[in-house]
Nanobody
Framework: QVQLVESGGGLVQAGGSLRLSCAAS????????MAWFRQAPGKEREFVAA???????IYTDSAKGRFTISRDNANNTVYLQMSSLKPEDTAVYYC???????????????WGQGTQVTVSS
């Protein structure tokens, strides 16, 4: 089993920045592709960004140029650096792990509890 714990969420004004962290424990962290998803009230959960074991990344269109996903395998941690935040970025952000990289949330095997990000206008 892999346990994931997100942190770093909070309140921020539009245009500001936040850095989310996802700490992993259990199975060997470096075996897994990692991803960030988010879910806003009344909306479906959506893909944000993902990173492979070797560091290759993919982003949803709305995140490109604003968000950066990275990983530190030695410390079993994944990050999501968010800048130029917009009110529409407001959501609960979830960290997820899987054996291969994908944008489909249903495929991911492990999930964190989520961390709230609220962007005010």
């Amino acid at each position: 089993q892999v346990q994931l714990v997100e942190s770093g969420g909070g309140l921020v004004q539009a245009g500001g920045s936040l850095r989310l962290s996802c700490a992993a424990s259990g199975r060997t962290f470096s075996r897994y592709a990692m991803a960030w998803f988010r879910q806003a009230p009344g909306k479906e959960r959506e893909f944000v960004a993902a990173i492979t074991l070797s560091g290759n990344t993919i982003y949803t269109d709305s995140a490109k140029g604003r968000f950066t996903i990275s990983r530190d395998n030695a410390n079993n941690t994944v990050y999501l650096q968010m800048s130029s935040l917009k009110p529409e970025d407001t959501a609960v952000y979830y960290c997820a792990a899987n054996n291969y990289i994908t944008t489909m949330d249903k495929v991911y095997d492990y999930w964190g509890q989520g961390t709230q990000v609220t962007v005010s206008s």
